[in-house]
């Protein structure tokens, strides 16, 4: 019999293809917004913004100056899917592969978005982690973990 996955890893698994975009060597992250008719509205990843060349920008994570990393530069997963959508987020659920960071939440709050789905969460705990979960639940936005899932071709 033909394997049919669920909405969730359907969902999930368009992020985590997205994530694979991605031109940073140490975390690649993905996103993907779904409307409440289970239509994808907006897809992202890590990345460079318009006109910034990849080979031209540095990619180095926390060592030296922040000018010379790569954190100024890269516009987040999340921050990409909700620019490169199409439409009203209001009540939307954005898929993403890493839990959102404060900056992303921000932005997700304030498109609309009600609900965040996510499986990793590398960086729990941190003050970035604890800034976004308490405006998240300030504002009424749910965020739920998912277990990742590995598709079984027979
Ligand atoms: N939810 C997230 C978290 C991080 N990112 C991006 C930003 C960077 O490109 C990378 C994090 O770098 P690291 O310090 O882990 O090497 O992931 C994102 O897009 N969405
Ligand atoms: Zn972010």
Redesign the pocket.
């Known amino acids: 019999m033909s394997k049919v996955i669920n909405w969730t890893q359907y969902f999930m698994g368009v992020a985590k293809l997205s994530a694979y975009r991605?031109k940073?060597?140490?975390?690649?992250?993905?996103?993907c917004i779904v409307n409440n008719d289970n239509k994808i509205v907006g897809v992202?990843?890590?990345?460079l913004p318009w006109g910034c060349e990849d080979s031209e920008f540095p990619?180095q994570?926390?060592e030296g100056e922040l000018y010379e990393t790569?954190?100024p530069y890269?516009?987040?997963?999340?921050?990409?899917a909700i620019l490169n959508s199409t439409g009203n987020l209001k009540g939307c659920r954005i898929y993403?592969?890493?839990?959102?960071?404060h900056e992303?939440v921000k932005a997700i709050i304030q498109s609309g978005i009600s609900e965040i789905i996510?499986e990793d969460d590398?960086?729990n705990g941190t003050d970035s982690d604890r800034a976004a979960k308490r405006m998240l639940e300030a504002a009424g936005v749910k965020y739920t973990k998912v277990e990742p899932f590995v598709i079984e071709v027979k």
């Open positions: 991605s940073d060597p140490n975390t690649q992250v993905g996103a992202g990843y890590n990345g990619w994570v926390r790569k954190y890269v516009v987040h997963a999340e921050l990409n993403v592969s890493l839990f959102p960071c992303c996510y590398k960086y």
